[in-house]
T-cell receptor, first 115, second 113 residues
Framework: GAVVSQHPSWVICKSGTSVKIECRSLDFQATTMFWYRQFPKQSLMLMATSNEGSKATYEQGVEKDKFLINHASLTLSTLTVTSAHPEDSSFYIC???????????FGPGTRLTVL | KNQVEQSPQSLIILEGKNCTLQ??????????LRWYKQDTGRGPVSLTIMTFSENTKSNGRYTATLDADTKQSSLHITASQLSDSASYIC????????????FGAGTILRVKS
């Protein structure tokens, strides 16, 4: 069964509003979770690494003030897209890493559409 | 530059037929190679993980091979089913520099009846 859940599965919002996406680890205490973005017909692009109890690590070119990440517990990480614009419309996927091979388990994704 | 290249970009096959997807990587230092299946509008699901010492690994009708010398991998799908229609993503993991995953662009497979 699923080990990572995301909520909501899709969201439509107006330009300028903020949207929060939740990522939950269902049966594992994940000290580290990852946030990806995927545009149509492209592969996943890592946005940031979410660390429980500390600041997230952002990839080059990703604005930390625009994509706020909070990892307040071992089972929940949130991504808030602030002042969303149409170009932020994308598929956002979180994942967690576990096991000796650091196998990554991905959430089902959240489709964000900004009008 | 760390890269993962996949071919073909897309593929259409008839139900019941076999197919092979290719992956070339230049990730260094190399830790392991993964194949994921991503259904449309869903997150990727792991099919196989192989380290440099593993040449082949199977998961049901999916068989992955790895040649660490030539830095090539393949994913063979046997007796394809309609439900195999998806994007198949090859991912190489570095063993240092933050253990990053390098994603290929994926091969879009469509199985038709």
């Amino acid at each position: 069964g699923a080990v990572v859940s995301q909520h909501p599965s899709w969201v439509i919002c107006k330009s300028g509003t903020s949207v929060k996406i939740e990522c939950r680890s269902l049966d594992f205490q994940a000290t580290t979770m990852f946030w990806y973005r995927q545009f149509p017909k492209q592969s996943l692009m890592l946005m940031a690494t979410s660390n429980e109890g500390s600041k997230a690590t952002y990839e080059q070119g990703v604005e930390k003030d625009k994509f706020l990440i909070n990892h307040a517990s071992l089972t929940l990480s949130t991504l808030t897209v602030t002042s969303a614009h149409p170009e932020d419309s994308s598929f956002y996927i979180c994942s967690e890493s576990r096991g000796g091979r650091n196998e990554q388990f991905f959430g089902p994704g959240t489709r964000l559409t900004v009008l | 530059k760390n890269q993962v290249e996949q071919s073909p970009q897309s593929l259409i096959i008839l139900e019941g037929k076999n197919c092979t997807l290719q992956c070339n990587y230049t990730v260094s230092p190399f830790s392991n190679l993964r194949w994921y299946k991503q259904d449309t509008g869903r997150g990727p699901v792991s099919l196989t993980i192989m380290t440099f010492s593993e040449n082949t690994k199977s998961n049901g009708r999916y068989t992955a091979t790895l040649d660490a010398d030539t830095k090539q991998s393949s994913l063979h799908i046997t007796a394809s089913q309609l439900s195999d229609s998806a994007s198949y993503i090859c991912v190489a993991r570095q063993s240092e520099y933050g253990n990053k995953l390098v994603f290929g662009a994926g091969t879009i497979l469509r199985v038709k009846s």
